[in-house]
């Protein structure tokens, strides 16, 4: 966690570091304060559940993203990427996710 906040403070300065340490221990409290919250959602169907997931985690992002706040991790990375080198976050989620999922299919195979 504090490789990615200290990248953000030499990259991008105290402010967006300071906004991604908030950030990072703000998302991790709601995901336990929301942890009860049951969806109406299949159980046996792991597409369907790994569908919403990435939806429900999707708008967490671009709500932190859109106050200003960061996760941490890939979000710290992609945020020095959209202001050093002026590429989109979504290219730069894209780009990125693109990389550890190839790294995946070659580490543990593809089923």
Known sequence: MLDTELLSFIFLGKKEAADTVV????????????????????KDDMMLVAICG??????????MGRSGLGAGGLDSI??????????SSGKAFMFLN???VTIGGFKFGLR
Request: charged share 10%; proline share 7%; no cysteine.
């Open 23 to 42: 950030g990072s221990f703000l998302f991790p409290l709601f995901v336990i304060l929301t942890s009860a919250v049951e969806l109406p959602i299949p």
């Open 54 to 63: 990435a939806v429900l985690i999707g708008l967490a992002n671009g709500i």
């Open 78 to 87: 992609v945020h020095i990427l959209e202001v050093k080198l002026k590429i």
């Open 98 to 100: 693109g990389i550890i």
